[in-house]
């Protein structure tokens, strides 16, 4: 069974930058992988998402300041936040699909086993 855990959030100023990881218990070579997070009263959001070709997609909010990559040999997926905003401020969750895909995927729909997500909170 595959188990996702999260790492890497906290609390930083407006400008700053974060690392999260999210580190799988089984390896996910070619599947399709994506960070998602959700802020208080509002829906859960595609934030990016790589496919199995490698290729990655990204979210309009955080395009340019995001980025998200993997370590195969780890089973870890990453996300370099920087120029990090008051408004990214929200429980980021990372995702995996079930199987391949060969484009990135923003929907929830698409992945199937999800971690319990790492708290980002980002001062002005």
């Known amino acids: 069974q595959l188990q996702l855990v999260e790492s890497g959030g906290g609390s930083v100023q407006a400008g700053g930058s974060l690392r999260l990881s999210c580190a799988a218990s089984?390896?996910?070579?070619?599947?399709?992988r994506g960070w998602f997070r959700q802020a208080p009263g509002k829906e859960r959001e595609g934030v990016a998402a790589?496919?199995?070709?490698?290729?990655?997609i990204y979210a309009d909010p955080v395009k340019g300041r995001f980025t998200i990559s993997q370590d195969n040999a780890k089973n870890t997926l990453y996300l370099q936040m920087n120029s990090l905003k008051p408004e990214d401020t929200a429980m980021y969750y990372c995702?995996?699909?079930?199987?391949?895909?060969?484009?990135?995927?923003?929907?929830?729909?698409?992945?199937?086993?999800w971690g319990q997500g790492t708290q980002v909170t980002v001062s002005s």
């Open positions: 790589t496919a199995s070709d490698d290729s990655t």
């Open positions: 995702a995996t699909a079930p199987g391949n895909c060969w484009s990135g995927s923003l929907s929830q729909g698409d992945y199937y086993y």
């Open positions: 089984i390896y996910t070579y070619g599947r399709c």
